[in-house]
């Protein structure tokens, strides 16, 4: 079945770019979305990305798509203590049931 | 304002004594599923349902039960609980293509 892979830890200092990393399998992915986590809480929908673009912008956030490697990343400029979370990479085709990522969890030290 | 409400946050109950975990939603969304997070297995789905009276397993389905009498409602029933099912569980609803909507989830424990 279609797998999406992520690296569990990333560890980044304070005002550094961090760049989280998704690679998925199912080539007839469509959309592709970023959820981010904080202690205690549910997920919460950070950005999404259609698979006809290779980027998208919002504020901090880049999201850059490679389809032909299956690959998507998401960048995080000047990063803070508070974007400290874990970050959920997940997939979907032409159904609503979406694939997951096992989530990378960013930690940002000053 | 939108959202998906589970109840309870907490619940540590014993084992064999049935439960249910309540999930809401007030967006109107067909799509409703329920997953488990637990430590470095990410999440994983329970049970989702594509609209009411349709319900169909997800990826650990075994030791759960779920109904979709009404579009907003999505319950997960634990029959008979076991310690192995001592989890994070979250509920989430979507609409199209713009991704899920996750309630603040119910840290359940099975002693």
């Known amino acids: 079945g279609e797998d999406v892979e992520q690296s569990l830890f990333l560890s980044v200092r304070e005002g550094d770019s961090s760049v989280i990393n998704c690679t998925y399998t199912d080539s007839s992915s469509t959309y592709l979305y970023w959820y981010k986590q904080e202690p205690g809480a549910g997920l919460q929908l950070l950005t999404y990305?259609?698979?006809?673009?290779d980027m998208k912008q919002d504020q901090r956030l880049t999201v850059l798509l490679n389809k032909k490697d299956k690959h998507l990343s998401l960048r995080i400029a000047d990063t803070q203590t508070g974007d400290s979370a874990i970050y959920f990479c997940a997939e979907r085709g032409g159904s609503y049931i979406p694939t997951f990522g096992r989530g990378t969890s960013l930690i940002v030290h000053p | 304002e939108a959202q998906v409400t589970q109840n309870p946050r907490y619940l540590i109950t014993v084992t064999g004594k049935k439960l249910t975990v309540t999930c809401s939603q007030n967006m109107n969304h067909e799509y409703m599923s329920w997953y488990r997070q637990d430590p470095g297995l990410g999440l994983r789905q329970i049970y989702y349902?594509?609209?009411?009276?349709?319900?169909d397993k997800g990826d650990v389905p075994e030791g759960y039960k779920v109904s979709r009498k009404e579009k907003r409602n999505f319950p997960l029933i634990l029959e008979s609980p076991s310690p192995n099912q001592t989890s994070l569980y979250f509920c989430a609803s979507s609409q199209g293509t713009h991704g899920y909507t996750f309630g603040s989830g119910t840290r359940l424990t099975v002693v």
């Open positions: 990305i259609f698979s006809n673009m």
């Open positions: 349902s594509m609209n009411v009276e349709v319900t």
